[in-house]
């Protein structure tokens, strides 16, 4: 067997079935390219080499056993360092956790290791999933697999850049305001947020509790439903959890890859697009949305103005929700503990200098603003005020779907930006986010496939959000716009990606590794024929 990373997750699984590979080989192949591009990439936190190969191992056995097993088992997987792993370190990219060893798995965690998926390491992150850049990370940024000078976009850039460079063929990601699928957008995966409760939040760390939603991504459309079945479904421990049995979301991804969505009818949001939208951003919106027309999908442009107060208000009730959340980490029950150096080390002064010391700048300028929010006598000007504009934007999904299936839009309005560029301008960043965060205000789910590559050659991507509870549309929506585009490219986008192998092996550092790449070199490219 050639190169196993650059197999799909569908594909590890079927030659584990048909015993041409053991998942010993699988999770050694990935450690490998780990060790051979991480160094560049760093989209891990930290590698688990002895427990995912004492998980691959029992994973072959239990094969040799007979045992009845879950599709993927034995297909290794990544997982966002915002889950509680028991045993294992998790720090949620912050220092406040740098020694935080849990007591016990999130319920998702349980459930790859029970499906027997061998957990290959934490990925990187936004300091407590706070940003959209992973250069929130006290630990250092994740560099964009296709341009190592840029961002793979955030919170959960490590997971995407992970299974963009082929380092894992799955992820667990998380999703507050758009952390799974603006990522995916900018390192050209797939990443999807699940119906709010679709999937646990046991041993998620919480950022805003109504917001945040744990979710699969990967390298197609296919591997993330069924990642997405591995990990949802009802969980007791957790309130929210929906206590009905997961979409089948796999079954119509195969139908919309097999081209099946004739009469689905799509609305194009009006005010996710155009002003502010990268060109190439909304040439390959445009060119997707005529594929899905000539595959019979119905589309017609629809209005939800509230969209265009979803980002006041989401900044205003993520941190709110935030600044309780992180009200924990005081010094007494996890992590860091800091003494101050002068005076007396009352309760006060030992949590003031362990928050001092343990917080990064993004997340004490959260706290601040989201207990200002939440005080008194501005309780109802703005936490009360965004609540009324959250019930706004559920309406207007509401009256779309009278008349449409789902909604569509680019994912981000841009693509990934350099290292660096919006560190000082925390607006800017939050703008990459627009069209992720009513999905999240709504509780309903999102999809984001890759669209192409824009006029600069970086990937950018198409946006599915559907009802609640209605995720499995959207992965037939998406199922089919990937089998026309990958059609079209000949080729998945990813195949056009640089050659990170050859990058180190020549020596280039970050700098030199440019953007776009070998490109598929044809007229209908990525990039429709615009180079
Ligand atoms: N980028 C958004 C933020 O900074 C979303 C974060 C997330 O989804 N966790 O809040």
Request: aromatic share 14%.
């Given at each position: 067997m050639s190169d196993l990373t650059r197999l799909t997750a569908a594909e590890m699984a079927g030659l584990l079935a048909g015993g041409q590979v053991s998942s010993v080989e699988l999770t050694k192949a990935h450690l490998e390219r780990i060790d051979q591009v991480d160094p560049a990439v760093h989209a891990f936190l930290q590698t688990l080499p002895e427990v995912a190969l004492a998980e691959a191992a029992a994973a072959d056995q239990a094969r040799r056993d007979g045992e009845q097993l879950a599709e993927l088992a034995g297909v290794p997987v990544a997982v966002k360092d915002v889950l509680a792993t028991k045993g294992l370190r998790t720090t949620c990219g912050s220092r406040i956790l740098e020694n935080w060893i849990p007591a016990y798995d999130a319920t998702v965690v349980r459930k790859v290791r029970e499906a027997r998926l061998p957990v290959l390491g934490k990925t990187n992150m936004d300091e407590f999933a706070m940003g959209s850049s992973t250069e929130h990370s006290a630990y250092g940024p994740t560099h964009n697999p296709w341009d190592l000078e840029r961002v793979p976009g955030g919170s959960g850039g490590g997971s995407a850049a992970a299974v963009g460079a082929f380092e894992a063929p799955l992820a667990l990601g998380s999703d507050t305001g758009g952390s799974i699928r603006q990522p995916a957008a900018v390192t050209g995966t797939v990443g999807a947020k699940p119906t709010y409760g679709g999937v646990s939040r046991y041993g998620l760390v919480a950022m805003?509790?109504?917001?945040?939603?744990?979710?699969?991504?990967?390298?197609n459309v296919l591997d993330t439903a069924l990642l997405h079945e591995v990990i949802g479904g009802h969980d007791p421990m957790d309130q929210t959890s929906l206590n009905e049995p997961v979409p089948p979301v796999a079954e119509m991804a195969r139908r919309g890859l097999a081209g099946d969505v004739k009469g689905?009818?799509?609305?194009?949001?009006?005010?996710?697009?155009?002003?502010?939208?990268?060109?190439?951003?909304m040439d390959r919106f445009q060119e997707a949305l005529k594929l899905l027309a000539d595959l019979g999908v119905e589309i017609q442009e629809v209005s939800?103005?509230?969209?265009?107060?979803?980002?006041?208000?989401?900044?205003?009730?993520?941190?709110?929700?935030?600044?309780?959340?992180?009200?924990?980490?005081?010094?007494m029950r996890y992590g860091l503990r800091v003494t101050p150096a002068e005076g007396p080390a009352t309760v006060e002064a030992v949590m003031g200098a362990t928050r001092e010391a343990g917080f990064g700048p993004e997340v004490k300028r959260r706290i601040i603003l989201g207990t200002y929010?939440?005080?008194?006598?501005?309780?109802?000007?703005?936490?009360?005020?965004?609540?009324?504009?959250?019930?706004?934007?559920?309406?207007?999904?509401?009256s779309a779907w009278e008349n449409v299936d789902m909604l569509v839009s680019p994912t981000v309005p841009t693509t990934a930006f350099k290292l660096g560029e919006k560190l000082e301008d925390p607006l800017s960043m939050y703008l990459q986010d627009v069209a992720t965060i009513p999905a999240n205000l709504a509780g309903t789910p999102g999809i984001s496939v890759p669209s192409g590559l824009a006029e600069d050659g970086l990937p950018t991507g198409f946006q599915v959000v559907g009802p609640a509870r209605a995720d499995a549309y959207l992965y037939q929506l998406a199922g089919a716009l990937e089998a026309a585009l990958v059609d079209k490219w000949g080729g998945p986008l990813l195949d056009s990606a640089p050659d990170l192998v050859a990058l180190a092996a020549g020596g280039q550092t970050a700098g030199d590794a440019g953007s776009g790449g070998r490109g598929i070199g044809h007229q209908d490219g990525p990039t429709g024929g615009a180079k």
């Open positions: 805003a509790s109504s917001l945040d939603q744990v979710g699969p991504v990967a390298r689905l009818r799509i609305g194009v949001v009006a005010e996710l697009g155009g002003r502010g939208y990268q060109q190439g951003v939800c103005p509230s969209f265009s107060y979803a980002l006041p208000a989401y900044y205003l009730i993520m941190p709110s929700e935030a600044s309780s959340n992180l009200a924990r980490f005081d010094a929010a939440l005080s008194a006598g501005y309780y109802d000007a703005y936490y009360g005020s965004a609540q009324k504009v959250r019930t706004l934007i559920q309406r207007d999904f509401e």
